[in-house]
T-cell receptor, first 114, second 108 residues
């Protein structure tokens, strides 16, 4: 089975721009979670999607949004980029989410905002 | 919100040494995950456990629910074990809460 894929792997954007990141989960997995990792804050939960519905949301401003498509692929969007948004963005998929199932992480998208 | 503490923050070991990384949390959980992150960023899930002990190769993970504490042990450590090890906990269906990680360097 193919693993979780994320595109693009690297991205450089300018302050004020917007960006869209993509995540393709493992086939059959219906839950996709997004995380932000920075040196200062470590890993933080952004949001989780299950069957095209946002099920959980972390403590991030409304500039961070996401969606999930019927094939379980997910995208996250960050509008009006700030320098502090520079981070590694990871997505993870699992069968249904929750505590019963393991999460499988993608390789991440490294976003640099200049 | 659950607070997750890991110790030590950094660890340097000689090849072959037995290594222990600790994780404690503040609120009862449904599951605890141990993750491994190599330079470059990719994260691999090592264990998911809610009670007792699990073993995979040279890695052993234990959890004590009453004491809200888990340990990750690496036997016969090897330079390829050098990575950041992250503990994460989940309560019910709430999102994962992560520790800050333990950076392990194993020297040949």
């Amino acid at each position: 089975k193919a693993g979780v894929t994320q595109t693009p792997r690297y991205l450089i954007k300018t302050r004020g721009q917007q960006v869209t990141l993509s995540c393709s989960p493992i086939s059959g997995h219906r839950s996709v979670s997004w995380y932000q990792q920075t040196p200062g804050q470590g890993l933080q939960f952004l949001f989780e999607y299950f069957s095209e519905t946002q099920r959980n949301k972390g403590n991030f401003p409304g500039r961070f949004s996401g969606r999930q498509f019927s094939n379980s692929r997910s995208e996250m969007n960050v509008s009006t980029l700030e320098l502090g948004d520079s981070a590694l963005y990871l997505c993870a998929s699992s069968l249904t989410g929750g505590a019963l199932y393991e999460q499988y992480f993608g390789p991440g998208t490294r976003l640099t905002v200049t | 919100k659950n607070e997750v503490e890991q110790s030590p923050q950094n660890l340097t070991a000689q090849e072959g040494e037995f290594i222990t990384i600790n994780c404690s949390y503040s609120v009862g959980i449904s599951a605890l995950h141990w993750l491994q992150q190599h330079p470059g960023g990719g994260i691999v899930s090592l264990f998911m456990l809610s009670s007792g002990k699990k073993k995979h190769g040279r890695l052993i993970a234990t959890i004590n629910i009453q004491e809200k504490h888990s340990s990750l042990h690496i036997t016969a450590s090897h330079p390829r074990d050098s990575a950041v090890y992250i503990c994460a906990v989940m309560t019910g269906n709430t999102p994962l809460v992560f520790g800050k990680g333990t950076r392990l360097s194993v020297i040949a």
